[in-house]
């Protein structure tokens, strides 16, 4: 039982393993992959799933509106009927 349980978590550790050779490699060969890892907090996975799934950046007027495409919203502070948005926190 324990043997058996033993190698399929050793299998699926490799089959991840293979998965993030993929990714590196994807990486590699994708400029825009490259320009976004210098972002700070960016990482291999954030890259290339925002070059996959974003649509054309000049769409977006400002980094603002890209956020609420995302689903990150700023906090909204309302008092009689005057709305003040806040900040977009990195919750």
């Known amino acids: 039982m324990t043997s058996n349980l033993w190698q ?14 993929a990714l590196s490699k994807q990486v590699r060969e994708d400029s825009v992959a490259k320009r976004l890892m210098t972002i700070p907090g960016v990482g291999e996975q954030v890259a290339t799933a925002v070059t996959a799934n974003v649509p054309d950046p ?21 008092t009689g009927g005057k709305i003040r948005l806040g900040r977009i926190t990195k919750r």
Not at 8 to 21: C, G, M, T, V
Not at 61 to 78: D, E, H, I, M, Y
């Open 58 to 78: 000049r769409l977006f007027k400002n980094s603002r509106q890209f956020c609420a495409w995302l689903g990150l919203v700023p906090r909204q502070f309302t």
């Open 8 to 21: 399929r978590i050793k299998q699926a550790n490799e089959q991840i393993l293979s998965y993030d050779r």
